[in-house]
């Protein structure tokens, strides 16, 4: 009796392990790829040729950096690693950057695709992919709100909007400050230090 008690015993530690030690669901992740970037780069940079594609690693340091900055932690997904692309046209001159974003919804992950210019200036962007049921965040004046805005003005991108939040244009405006504010931490500040 006792060995089939262990038995029995060993059998439900071992399951609630493995259930434990599963993944995250997918719609818990917040990872963001750029969709179709063969058809899409001239999207946002019609003079673009190829791209290059740049992770950075982000380490507990620059992540307490970004949130701080932010106010609000990075989502599953998120807290490791950063990628963006280096737009090149004629003769592989670079001529911008695309940021593949994600950010929670209340039906999911809203994405979104923004590109800046060698300026730092937000030169457009677009709705990539969302379920969400109010469809103000995917029109162009909402969206024509934060182009030309500078890399800098990241963290007041919020004040620019004055109609109705909701959580399609809350998931947009706190992804595109927090997209902004990892470049500035993680490409800028990074590159500075290192000179």
């Known amino acids: 009796m006792k060995s089939r008690f262990r038995h029995i015993a060993c059998f439900l530690s071992a399951f609630s392990f493995a ?3 599963l993944p995250a669901r997918a719609q818990d992740v917040y990872l963001c790829v750029w969709r179709n970037p063969e058809r899409t780069m001239t999207r946002i940079f019609p003079g673009a040729r190829d791209y290059v594609t740049v992770n950075a690693r982000i380490t507990g340091a620059q992540r307490r950096e970004i949130e701080s900055r932010l106010g609000f932690e990075l989502l599953p997904g998120q807290q490791d690693q950063f990628q963006y692309f280096r737009m090149t046209g004629e003769g592989g001159r670079i001529i911008g950057t695309i940021i593949p974003a994600s950010q929670k919804g209340r039906f999911g992950a ?3 695709v923004l ?3 060698n300026d730092l ?14 469809q103000a965040f995917k029109q162009r004046e909402f969206l024509d709100l934060f182009v030309g805005l500078e890399l800098s003005e990241a963290l007041t991108l919020d004040r620019l909007y004055e109609g109705d939040e909701t959580p399609g244009t809350a998931a ?7 997209e902004l504010v990892t470049y500035q931490v993680l490409v800028l500040e990074a590159e500075t230090a290192k000179n």
């Open 19 to 21: 259930a434990c030690a």
């Open 110 to 112: 809203v994405e979104f």
């Open 115 to 117: 590109g800046l210019d």
């Open 121 to 134: 200036v937000i030169r457009d962007l677009y709705i990539q992919r969302a379920r969400e049921r109010d």
């Open 172 to 178: 947009v405006i706190r992804g595109l400050k927090k």
